[in-house]
């Protein structure tokens, strides 16, 4: 007998077995090792100054040029992620990375390391929305907290390796170090060109043999009794696959102009923040900036103490929006946040106020992630990595402006900042509420003709 089947039914019956931890694994290795090198490459990033002599000017547009690309590869990944797949878009972006991170590192003048190392972001924005994508689209409903759950404590971990690593600058050039941190791409390269790419784009794109043949080895490999046949019968619908102006249209434009506000307030004040607490510990450290030496085992231990919060909060936010609802959470986290942060503002310098602190931020962080799952479930299968590409890399696009703030306003009132930015993170908590959706449970819709009526492709 023939039986016909949704994408989201026959994920829902493989359940979570072995072809979801393969997924997971691969995508959370990814995340490990994009943050393990950004935050690498900021801890040796005095280093880098003092040998090409960067002036403060220097140092500006050096950071300005890495966040432009940063956002740019965040827009072109979810391009590329919707058109050619997320498994081709996930492998080219490593590639482009591994090969581009080599070639900056032989660049001895400053003009030249600096335009390549900016294009290493591309590629690190081209990646990550691809690989939530994938990751996402391959797991139940009722796992894809869990999901968002192993890449934020992948990206914690990594961010928090890549510190330790950042400090064998006195043993190893900074060169070798940046070269060693881009080999290990190698590993999630192989893990992914290993993985099937997923069935739910194949679906869309009337491909619907490759659909029926991912589906048939999940059923396998999930030890899951195989039905007879799949009855598989798609529509195509890939006019609308892959295209920013879909994303405004067919009642979406109100839901990503909310998602972008959000996105870009937590860029632009957690940013700014950062710097502001950098600031606030470093007033008597003038010396240092002058003779270019660095103060890593102090910022070592800044860094750890302000992980610490992540590991807590970070899965307890996403439980929740799993038990209570994405909408909830979110505005859970920024009200939390904004509470902690005006409690800091009037905390002396020291261990109470980083854990304070820490603590406002990593909250911050948490309404980010449930921002970005929710992302991808509100969206369709034809714009869930261009949705997923342009709000994720709106954190981004927050952080480009955050230099201003830091130049003009931190710099002579940071305490007074940090009560400011408070109050802007406590309006988020009422903008989330406008987003009337809840995408709970719901399943995942195969295009905007469909997404309406809560379905996704047939199969």
């Given at each position: 007998m023939m039986a016909t089947l949704t994408v989201d039914a026959v994920i829902e019956k493989s359940g979570f077995g072995r072809t979801q931890i393969l997924y997971i694994f691969s995508s959370a290795t990814i995340f490990f090792i994009e943050l393990m090198s950004l935050v690498t490459d900021g801890i040796l990033l005095?280093?880098?100054?003092?040998?090409?002599?960067?002036?403060?000017r220097g140092a500006s547009i050096y950071l300005l040029l890495t966040r432009v690309t940063f956002f740019a590869g965040g827009v072109l990944g979810g391009r590329l992620g919707d058109r050619i797949g997320r498994r081709k878009s996930i492998l080219l972006g490593l590639f482009f990375q591994i090969t581009i991170i080599n070639i900056s590192v032989q660049m001895y003048s400053s003009v030249m390391y600096t335009i390549?190392?900016?294009?290493?972001?591309i590629a690190f924005g081209v990646v990550m929305p691809s690989a939530y994508s994938l990751t996402i689209e391959m797991c139940p409903a009722a796992k894809r907290h869990f999901v968002k759950i192993c890449f934020g404590l992948a990206g914690t971990t990594g961010a928090f390796v890549g510190a330790f690593i950042g400090r064998f600058y006195e043993i190893y050039s900074w060169r070798i170090i940046l070269t060693l941190v881009s080999l290990c791409c190698c590993?999630?390269?192989?893990?992914?060109?290993?993985?099937?790419e997923s069935p739910r784009f194949y679906a869309v794109h009337d491909k619907i043999d490759q659909a029926r043949l991912i589906l048939l080895k999940v059923l396998h490999r999930n030890n899951i009794v195989l039905p007879e046949s799949l009855n598989l019968k798609k529509d195509s619908i890939i006019e609308d696959c892959g295209s920013y102006k879909d994303l405004f249209k067919h009642g979406l434009g109100q839901q990503s102009?909310?998602?972008?506000y959000l996105m870009m307030i937590k860029g632009i004040f957690i940013t700014t923040l950062y710097i502001s607490i950098q600031y606030i510990f470093d007033k008597k450290d003038e010396k240092t900036s002058k003779n270019c030496e660095h103060t890593l085992s102090r910022n070592f231990s800044q860094i750890a103490l302000s992980f610490i919060p992540d590991f807590i909060i970070l899965p307890s936010a996403l439980q929740f929006a799993q038990t209570?609802?994405?909408?909830?959470?979110?505005s859970v986290c920024f009200l939390t946040s904004s509470v902690f942060l005006a409690l800091s503002s009037t905390i002396p310098a020291g261990s109470l106020f980083s854990i304070t602190f820490g603590v406002g931020v990593s909250a911050a962080a948490a309404a980010r992630s449930v921002l970005v799952l929710y992302t991808s479930e509100l969206?369709?299968?034809?714009?869930r990595s261009v949705a997923n590409g342009l709000v994720w890399s709106a954190d981004t696009l927050g952080s480009i402006v955050a230099p201003f703030f830091t130049e003009y306003i931190v710099i002579h009132h940071p305490r007074p900042f940090i009560f400011v930015a408070a109050c802007f993170v406590f309006t988020c908590t009422f903008v989330v509420q406008c987003i009337k959706r809840e995408t709970l449970n719901q399943p995942l819709s195969a295009s905007v003709q469909d997404l309406n009526k809560h379905s996704s492709e047939v199969v």
């Open positions: 005095p280093t880098i100054k003092c040998e090409f002599d960067f002036e403060q390549f190392h900016s294009l290493t972001k590993l999630p390269m192989l893990t992914t060109y290993l993985l099937d102009v909310k998602l972008i209570k609802g994405r909408r909830m959470s979110t969206y369709p299968t034809t714009l």
